[in-house]
């Protein structure tokens, strides 16, 4: 087994290869027995730096509440979009580092999220019982991602040509390299955002570029596919990184995106995080540059 580039950080939740809202309403009284009513206007004020995880199973709770209906909705303005994506990754990542919460937390929660949220909060679980913190923060750079438009037209072309359901390509593009966002070779020697080794490269990349996104989508595809995919999703998963908890990390995150295309939004604002034995560290765009 080798560690994708992602899970050695851990955003919660971590190749191929192994081998606060305001709103006010206005109400207009015009002549007598009528009243108008104007839609609510909402005026979003964003904190300043990264968001911050509740430090109690209820804060956490109505944090995960509040950002997942935000990336749920397709009227969520982008910046607003961003900062929910990254509200509801250090949420599960808090939860996912106090297992004993997660009971406490998800029955907090409306029932409608419940199987959301522990699924989410189970796959971080899974990814960070795979790794021990660094002792020293990698030799990385971070990039900002490709558009999510433009990645979801990968994912979904190369599930056009090959047959392999896009969700999990996108999965597997979370965990690795956080959507591209990594850039360096991880310690196996994993390259590119989908952290193929060469010689796994050779067989799969057919003649393209291991460190483009559409390319390094095609390759995956093809190497899933090759394993099983799409009617064996956990046999070609264990091929691509051979452990039974990166299988069951992935298909937690790609099953959430095929019951809900929404929560790809979700996912694509989720940040570099880096373990160490004195606590997380944020690897924000512009590290190592």
Not at 87 to 97: C, I, L, M, T
Not at 213 to 225: G, S, T
Request: aromatic share 8%.
């Amino acid at each position: 087994m080798r560690l994708p580039a992602a899970l050695l950080v851990l955003a919660v939740l971590s190749g191929a290869c192994s081998s606060g809202d305001d709103e006010a309403t206005t109400t207009t009284t015009l002549p007598p027995t009528t009243t108008t009513t104007l839609p609510p206007t909402t005026t979003t004020t964003l904190p300043p730096g990264p968001p911050l995880a509740a430090d109690d199973p209820a804060g956490l709770a109505a944090q995960i509440a509040a950002a997942e209906a935000a990336v749920r909705d397709p009227a969520t303005p982008p910046a607003v979009l961003e900062r929910a994506g990254h509200e509801q990754q250090v949420a599960y990542r808090a939860v996912a580092a106090k297992p004993e919460w997660i009971d406490d937390v998800v029955g907090r929660l409306p029932a409608s999220l419940a199987a959301t949220a522990r699924a989410n909060i189970t796959a971080g679980v899974e990814l960070r019982a795979l790794t021990k913190p660094g002792t020293a923060l990698p030799p990385w750079r971070i990039v900002p991602p490709a558009p999510t438009e433009e990645l979801l037209g990968y994912y979904k072309d190369a599930e056009r040509q090959i047959g392999v359901p896009w969700q999990y390509l996108a999965a597997i593009h979370l965990v690795e390299t956080r959507m591209g966002r990594i850039r360096g070779t991880s310690t196996a020697g994993a390259q590119g955002p989908m952290q193929f080794l060469p010689s796994t490269w050779e067989q799969y990349g057919a003649g393209g570029d291991i460190n483009s996104n559409r390319d390094a989508m095609l390759a995956a595809a093809r190497l899933l596919k090759r394993n099983g995919a799409p009617g064996n999703m956990a046999n070609a998963l264990f091929n691509y990184n051979r452990s039974q908890r990166y299988v069951r990390a992935v298909t937690a995150y790609a099953e959430e995106m095929r019951a809900d295309e929404r929560a790809y939004y979700g996912y694509y604002h989720w940040q570099v995080y880096y373990r160490l034995p004195d606590g997380d560290r944020l690897l924000a765009v512009g590290y190592g540059a």
